[in-house]
């Protein structure tokens, strides 16, 4: 396990002074050799967050113990001297998130870009910050990270064993179709096997999404406009329910097996979701028929909320493989 080391020649040293570095009641200095950057801190945060500095920090002070703790001969204003390899910002992040929350309501973004919050994992994972790992892993796959670009947070995901979080990834690319996707330069980050078992996963998830649109079982409210609608009696079409064929309106029946068809190739339930193109279409049709006109909108919109439940539940238990030697015991 890394420990902090003793710093390099004196160099032109700055001070973060934004909070809570800025706390006259810090008693320790924690420095950043890469940026020679100073971080006023209190050694009681430290030691919570991290048994690492729990450790480094109940060593005697008073000699220079190379390697493993501070030295008189690196003190300033009164205060010891701790460096550390990171950057300045890495440092900003990983030492405010030893601090309690109340005290950071006036900080700035912790994570402004997903590049920051791999270096916080990083740094937090060498100096043992348990607590602080795992709130970093949780904000690795928050959706302002993960929606805008889901396979490039997988392709780093896997790259760093955070396997948890790779399937979190997995399940959001299942809203673009398998093929298609933009090349990401973090691909390059994983093996020709571990895309080729996403492309399997999200094919096993096409199939169990398609066959909920293939067999209305799950349907049990059979008051929908597509199913009573008198004038569309002369219109209809079949959908399955098990064995059981159920006459509908044949838009619906159509628009049925469209979002069918689409689960297939996107199986998630933003597929069927309100304003998703395939039930736009489905309204549209429908509003050729003055008796299903007057409901079809509020109805389709109350269904496809349960359409799009009923998807997601279907790819809830297919499983994403990782390679065995890169699965987590
Ligand atoms: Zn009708």
Redesign the pocket.
Known sequence: MACPSFPPPAQKITCNNENPFNDEGADIIVRSVTDNVDFRVHKTFLSVASSVFRDMLSLPQSEPQLGSGFSAEFMKDGLHIVTLDEDEETLSTLLRMCYPGWMLMDCGPLFPTIERVLAVFTAATKYAMDGVERAVRAVLVSPRFVEPDPLRVFALAVRHGLYEEARICARYTLRTPVLGKPYKPELECITAGAYHRLQEYHVRCGAAAQRVGQDVRWITNETW??FE????RG?TAVVMAGERRKWV?R?WADFLAEASNALRERPSGATVAINSEVVNTAVER?ST?????SR?FREMHQFCGLFAAEADKATETVEVEFMPKLMVA
């Open positions: 406009v597509w609608c008198s004038p569309c219109n309106a838009w429908a028929c003055a008796t299903c006109r079809a």
